[in-house]
């Protein structure tokens, strides 16, 4: 991740998002104050969108970890 944020400083995109923040935001959680630090602030956005590039690759992958049982 440190080098995307690197390379997205040098290309000038001036958007960044950090991941990870549960929807707990009462002040117990140390990685919000961590992601603040970057002068950061929290969006609150619906839903999770997943992209994978290579959907045949994805789907091999997950019919080998439920053979694996992993």
Do not use: A
Not at 11 to 37: A, E, M, W
Not at 58 to 70: A, E, M, V, W
């Amino acid at each position: 991740q440190d080098y995307v944020m690197r390379e997205s400083i040098k290309r000038g995109i001036p958007c960044y998002n950090l991941l990870g923040i549960t929807g707990h935001f009462d002040g117990s959680d140390s990685v919000l104050r961590f992601k603040q630090n970057f002068n950061g602030y929290i969006l609150r956005q619906m839903g999770t969108f997943r992209y994978y590039p290579s959907p045949f690759k994805h789907k091999t992958i997950q019919i080998i970890k439920k053979i694996l049982n992993r």
